[in-house]
């Protein structure tokens, strides 16, 4: 009979200096992370068969967002590229993510929220497809994870305004939000 050592009985190189993950998902695969007040995601679900595949990426009868769908675009990310961070005062963005690797990052920064100051981190892409809704006033970075460029669409809940966009930057590293991303070049 064969015994196995448990993890006790290991000696491991750095095992002071190492931090143990935290779950992040239930059993269920539902986040355990605690959502911005106002942000939703909603997977969304690819049907394939014997000619390809099909994906929704939004239905008003999905009672997902109660705005009307009034422009929709496309965006991209190269590998290794951060775009952001964005807020917008005016309007919500509804960001689908049908390719990729991608890790969306959020920062409350309504001072009137619940979640003020709350972060959340959320990775998506085409084994994770999902529709984000982000309301005004969350600033949000799109990281590109992957190998290869990440195309995304937007469905804002207003269209964009050429002579006065509802769009505003922060530096990738500032002090106001509390995350740094790594190995990332910003956009």
């Known amino acids: 009979m064969v015994q196995r050592n448990t993890t006790s009985d290991l ?18 695969g539902k986040p355990l992370y605690e959502p911005i007040d106002g942000v939703r995601v909603r997977p969304a679900v690819t049907h394939a068969d014997e000619r390809g595949t099909l994906c929704e990426m939004f239905n008003p009868a999905w009672d997902f967002d109660d ?89 804002p809940t207003k269209p964009y305004r050429h002579d006065d966009p509802d769009k505003f930057r922060l530096p990738l590293d500032n002090d106001i939000i509390p995350y740094k991303f790594r190995n990332a070049r910003g956009w």
Not at 13 to 19: S, T
Request: glycine letters at 8%; aromatic letters at 12%; charged letters at 20%.
């Open 67 to 155: 705005m009307p769908l009034v422009y929709v675009y496309q965006a991209s990310v190269l590998p290794g590229y951060v775009k952001g961070w964005v807020v917008h005062l005016e309007q919500a963005d509804r960001l689908f993510f049908p390719t990729g690797r991608v890790r969306v990052v959020l920062f409350d920064g309504r001072r009137n929220s619940p979640t003020f100051e709350r972060l959340n981190r959320i990775e998506t892409g085409e084994l994770n497809r999902v529709l984000l809704r982000i309301p005004a006033g969350v600033y949000h970075a799109v990281q590109n994870i992957g190998s290869t460029e990440v195309f995304y669409y937007n469905m």
């Open 11 to 28: 000696e491991v190189v750095g095992i002071n200096e190492i931090v143990k993950d935290a779950p992040s998902v239930t059993r269920e």
